[in-house]
């Protein structure tokens, strides 16, 4: 079988002070290759199934509970598929309880701020996960493979060199262990895409009319910078997965494992937080009685 929920989030996660490689990881994996495919596949939806009524169940709980809440940061290569499992995974959930931003070119008002800021701002309040597709980490992936967008920032007296990068690996690993010590739970999502596949999804956009609203010349113009993107998204990885904010590298050439592998891990993540429903007192179990008497006695 390609994977079990309860053992998704130590397969696919990045450990902390370990070396990493994204050439260890096969964006084409899909489990054992002795199952036949339409098995592993069946399998794969069951548990995307499974955990979507969890999570539907486990988002009202943390809701009532109002102590956590949950930070989820999709990165990724165009076509990845970041959208369609944001879509998928948490198609069950009631969407009071979430919130999904998505972070384009920033604005001439995010740039007079600190690169945290405007995802500051987004940030999920307790009871409530919030999802970035996309998400501060642009800073360390974008802005590298392109120093122009640096220079944009006016940052007096820094350049985009090896130590202005570090620098900006410390602040958020400081933001996030903030973050975690104030009770946001932070799951971190690299959808891991190969070259070749990201191409077919490229030319499916471009043969079918019906995706030409999806495609942008700059995603094909990006591609001649896979390898620098590559090497910085290796960088990032290693540097900022910790215990309190780990990454997960998940294959993303078959869409039903990635979607299957995020529900999963999202539901432990939100399972491991030992969250319970708010204790009744005395008082209120009284107004519970008195309440119920009244209606009965109508």
Known sequence: MPF??????????????????????????SGNNAIPKAERKAYG??????????????????????????????QAMDAAGKDGAIKHVMSGVNPQGVEVTSFKHPSAEDLDHTFLWRCTKRLPERGRIGIFNRSYYEEVLIVRVHPELFAAQRIPGVTPTAKTWQQRFDDINAFEKHLARNGTAIVKFFLNVSRDEQKKRFLDRLNDPEK??????SDVAEREHWDAYMEAYEEAIAATSTSHAPWYVIPADHKWVSRAAVAAILCSTIRDLGLAWPKVDDAKRQEIHDARRRLEAE
Do not use: C
């Open 4 to 29: 079990d929920s309860s053992l998704a989030k130590d397969m696919f996660r990045v450990s902390p002070g370990t070396p990493f490689r994204l050439a260890d990881h096969d964006p084409g994996w």
């Open 212 to 217: 030409h609203w999806k495609f942008s010349a």
């Open 45 to 74: 939806n069951d548990i995307l199934n499974t955990s979507r009524h969890e999570l539907a169940e486990t988002q009202e709980l943390l809701y009532a509970s109002d102590t956590w809440s949950v930070l989820v940061i999709f």
